[in-house]
């Protein structure tokens, strides 16, 4: 059964060669690895002495959301039946990679719930709250963390995934979609760490276009549905 880890990048070079070769040094290697380079600034060449590892490169940044895209039509396309999502900046702990690839052999997703035990920034613990207020009011889902970067997807849930165009903060939307399909998911909880190198990209300013841009997205889902 073959497995793909994706690795989204974006100006992160450094960070995404540490938790490289984290991966490497892990027991269980029975999967491949994908990593999008997202229009970086920085020239980005990764290699692996252990996995098989395809690097694409995109001229400009498209963001996460068509990245994830890629990644799931690259998987089908290439017959992988298992796909497991992590982060560059090394806030997912590798070691959770193939737990989320052997419980994709009983459920078609699997959801990442973060607990985080360090300090965090004041708008990413806002948005996650609001968002997660806003998504199980309106759609009446009991969920606890919607924009977890780290999940995996089997074969049923890449097919729908692959005709779904991502927004760019795709983390919601893959949830909300899979489970308005009734896909069989389980919660997996992650201890996160804080990212090796650098500072979140969340400030005020990216809070408020998560919670606006995933608002617009649920409502518009919404009102697709009562058309159906």
Known sequence: MKNLLFIPCYND???CEKILNEIDKLKDKNFDIL????GSNEKIKFQSKFHKL???NLKNNFGVG???RMAVKFALKNNYEKIC???SDGEHNPIYINTIFNKLDIKDFIIGERDITYKQNFFKIYSKKLLNIIINKILHLKLNDYNCGMMGLNTNAMQIISNINLINYPEPQIIIELCARKIDYENITIKQ???YYGDSSVNFFRGFDF???TFFFIMNYIMNRKND
Do not use: G, P, W
């Open 193 to 195: 760490r804080k990212r």
């Open 211 to 213: 919670i606006l841009v």
């Open 66 to 68: 068509h990245c994830m």
């Open 35 to 38: 990593i999008i380079n997202d």
């Open 54 to 56: 395809v690097l694409i």
């Open 85 to 87: 999502r992590i982060d």
């Open 13 to 15: 070079y450094k960070n």
